[in-house]
Antibody
């Protein structure tokens, strides 16, 4: 059974940093691209960032480009999201998700974690 | 980039059919066959319902179907059931290695 478990969320001040982790199990991790999606309170879903199975390719939404860095450690079956220069508008539940078909990013996400809440506030 | 346009709400009675639209442009929905639909219940993780415009992942009932015409993709839910009540989001590839969600549609089963 595929399991994705996010961790690392919490309260941080504007301008601060946080690193989210997504621990994966139940599938061959390096064979699948992975993605972070967020949902701000009362708002819709927003694509944040994606990474290919090999980590050779990374992609970012405009609102986080230059501030967030996605990475993965295939030896640890874990994906990360380093979030720097955090803003109040980054407050959201952050979900990690697995690609349906393989190592390339298509945003066809068939398995999701339960999410971790990031709150940016002074 | 603006979000893809979805109606804020849609509704239907049990057994009826409802179609939710997702309108973009030639730069996203109209330019690629990479439109997916997600169902989201409050407090739960999203669930993939349709990918590549028309394909259903295993386990998704054939009451759900996807289509596209020009710059508008659509999700049709036939034979509405109480458990279909949820928020639905489309997402499309928007070129230059970027993807864009729609604003979401709240589906109410009357």
């Amino acid at each position: 059974e595929v399991q994705l478990l996010e961790s690392g969320g919490g309260l941080v001040q504007p301008g601060g940093s946080l690193r989210l982790s997504c621990a994966a199990s139940g599938f061959t991790f390096f064979n699948y691209a992975m993605t972070w999606v967020r949902q701000a309170p009362g708002k819709g879903l927003e694509w944040v960032s994606s990474i290919s199975g090999s980590a050779a390719s990374t992609y970012y939404g405009d609102s986080v480009k230059g501030r967030f860095t996605i990475s993965r450690d295939n030896s640890k079956n874990t994906m990360y999201l380093q979030m720097d220069s955090l803003r109040v508008e980054d407050t959201a539940v952050y979900y990690c998700a697995k690609e349906l078909t393989g190592p390339y990013v298509l945003i066809d996400l068939d398995s999701w974690g339960q999410g971790t809440l990031v709150t940016v506030s002074s | 980039q603006s979000a893809l346009t979805q109606p804020p709400s849609a509704s239907g009675s049990p057994g009826q059919s409802v179609t939710i639209s997702c309108t973009g442009s030639r730069s996203d929905v109209g330019g690629y066959n990479q439109v997916s639909w997600y169902q989201k219940h409050p407090g739960k993780a999203p669930k993939l319902m349709i990918y590549e415009v028309t394909k259903r992942p295993s386990g998704v009932p054939d009451r759900l179907s996807g289509s596209k015409s020009g710059n508008t993709a659509s999700l049709t839910v036939s034979g509405l059931q109480a458990e279909d009540e949820a928020d639905y989001y489309c997402i499309s590839y928007a070129g230059s290695n970027s993807w864009m969600f729609g604003g979401g549609t709240k589906l109410t089963v009357l």
